[in-house]
């Protein structure tokens, strides 16, 4: 009992001098039981699934038979599940405790949780376009009640879907634009600064569309649940350990993403920087 007592002594005095108590590390395995329990391993299978049918479909307008060949090629490489998932649990391990992780599972894995993440995986996997999608929920909010529709509100707030939707796309968008300009030879750092602070001008205009299309979805998706139920979501949107568990798989799926744009970028533009290295190569020998 004396040890016990100056064990606790020992931990308080070490605290109170500036220390921490370090928290038990989370395992890949229990990472993994989190992607799948949190609904984030399929979201992250239809996020490249998405960017398949996109890739192919662009793959098959008019762009140049060597360039369409190494888009496809690059795509199967880079978009995979497997990498954006490894990605994202490597992030887990290094930013959420063991703790944590038990905290979040407890919800995940409870029936309440369970729906929630049921009908999110459900809604994500749907082919609706956003204008239809933002049609459709605005349209069940207007016969939703306001106590309702003040719950969804809070929810799509405490989530911060719309703050980190806009983070993330714009952080796509500026590394594919930055990529492509210095693939074309545009390497002046003011220039890539100008080109970084325009995809910022859009962010509150791009912030605010991703609010009206979370709410829309919420509308939609949540429509079976219980005001209980949605209340009890927006508590745990709230904790500590969701919201670092939110901006961590956020921070993975971004280096994960942006890292393959990258990649497809400049592979889409190695045959046209050979074929232009040619020319110029012709030029300089002809002007010898």
Not at 97 to 121: C, H, I, M
Request: glycine share 6%; hydrophobic share 40%; proline share 3%.
């Amino acid at each position: 009992m004396k040890h016990k007592t100056w064990s606790l002594f020992a931990v308080f005095c070490f605290v109170l001098m500036g220390g921490t108590v370090s928290a038990a590390p989370l395992t890949e395995q229990k990472a993994t039981a989190l992607l799948s329990a949190s609904g984030v391993a399929a979201t992250l299978e239809q996020i490249s699934d998405g960017m398949s049918k996109g890739i192919k479909e662009s793959a098959n307008g008019s762009m140049p038979s060597d360039q369409r060949r190494m888009m496809v090629e690059t795509y199967a490489k880079t978009f995979t599940p497997e990498r954006l998932k490894s990605v994202v649990r490597a992030e887990l391990v290094a930013a959420i405790s063991n703790e944590q992780a038990d905290e979040l599972l407890s919800w995940y894995q409870s029936p309440t949780g369970r729906k929630f993440v049921a009908a999110d995986v459900k809604a994500n996997g749907a082919d609706d376009e956003p204008s239809a999608l933002l049609k459709k929920g605005m349209d069940e909010l207007g016969n939703t009640p306001r106590r309702r529709v003040a719950l969804y509100k809070e929810y799509v707030k405490a989530s911060r879907q719309a703050e980190l939707a806009t983070t993330l796309t714009l952080r796509m968008m500026t590394a594919v634009a930055v990529s492509t300009a210095k693939m074309q030879g545009m390497t002046d750092p003011a220039m890539l600064t100008a080109i970084v602070q325009k995809m910022q001008s859009n962010k509150q205009a791009m912030v605010d569309q991703m609010y009206s299309l979370a709410l829309a979805g919420s509308a939609v998706r949540y429509k079976p649940m219980t005001d209980a139920e949605v209340e009890r979501l927006v508590a745990f949107e709230r904790t500590p350990s969701e919201q670092k568990f939110a901006d961590t798989v956020v921070n993975g799926l971004d280096k994960a993403m942006v890292a393959a744009m990258v990649e497809l970028v400049d592979a889409i533009g190695q045959p046209a920087k050979r074929k232009t290295d040619t020319i110029r190569r012709g030029a300089e020998s002809l002007t010898s």
